[in-house]
């Protein structure tokens, strides 16, 4: 369940955010920045080069700036979360099909909404949509907050768990079903990650966010463009900032089937 496709250009993430419902700025604090990847780690996996190149030309050229994102981005070997027929196409700026109508996200895309939960040090994050895993490791790789993912396509939930469990991601929490209702056993996160595109805001999503929480979450209709939200609870309101056009794949499950807010 992640993104198609981002607008070749950028454009949208370029322009400063629609303030919709708030007047306030989300400010990110200052991190220190993260060590290249090393020589060693280059020699061992043939695909460092491409990665880095990929990072430089098609993600840190278009405004991604947080250095833990980078690195992250550097780091993880997406090769490893596509089928073995798109490997070639790997380090390509795109989403690739894997299986069961479900892509693995434009890397720009993954680098654009990681920066924009503006995660901290001890905080926990929920991503709905695991699909290939490809998100979840980049989470991970952030290597200071904890992560949990649901999955509703039993298939994928099951392949992207083994994927990263080989890759050592062993922290992170993964489990089949509907992300519509969230985790509530693990509430409240301190930010949440949508990977495919509902027509509303999940109401239980809402629920489960802690103060302070962050959802950044598509919404719009199957089958074209829609919007990217980054809702943010503060002294208890949900304020809504309108990021920009993006394309992802629908949002699926019994739970927004039966929301009397879907249209």
């Not at 080069?49 to 278009?62: G, M, N, T």
């Not at 693990?186 to 239980?204: E, G, S």
């Not at 999503?205 to 939200?229: H, K, S």
Request: charged share 20%.
């Amino acid at each position: 369940m992640d993104a198609l496709a981002i607008n070749s250009q950028g454009r949208a993430r370029k322009q400063p955010p629609k303030l919709i419902l708030a007047a306030v700025l989300i400010l990110s604090g200052c991190r220190p920045p993260a060590t290249a990847v090393s020589q060693q780690a280059a020699e061992q996996d043939p695909y460092t080069h491409q990665r880095l190149e990929l990072v430089e030309k098609q993600i840190a050229s278009r405004g991604i700036s947080d250095e833990h994102v980078l690195e992250a981005m550097r780091t993880v070997p997406r090769h490893r979360f596509v089928p073995e027929d798109m490997i070639g196409q790997a380090y390509t700026d795109s989403a690739l099909p894997i299986g069961f109508g479900q892509t693995i996200s434009q890397p720009y895309v993954v680098a654009w909404m990681t920066e924009l939960l503006d995660l901290k040090p001890g905080q926990k994050v929920l991503e709905i949509g695991t699909g290939s895993g490809y998100q979840a490791a980049v989470l991970a790789e952030l290597g200071y907050v904890e992560v949990y993912s649901i999955e509703i396509v039993p298939e994928l939930a099951d392949r992207a768990a083994l994927v990263l469990d080989e890759l050592g991601y062993t922290g992170i929490h993964t489990r089949q079903g509907d992300g519509y209702y969230g985790w509530p056993e693990q509430a409240p996160f301190d930010a949440i990650i949508v990977t495919a595109a509902p027509d509303h805001l999940p109401p239980p999503l809402v629920e489960q966010l802690a103060d302070q929480g962050r959802i950044v979450i598509p919404i719009g209709p199957p089958g074209w463009y829609q919007t990217l939200w980054k809702f943010v609870i503060e002294d208890g309101e949900l304020q809504a900032y309108n990021i920009g056009d993006v394309g992802f794949v629908p949002f699926t499950g019994e739970g927004i089937k039966s929301d009397p807010n879907a249209k």
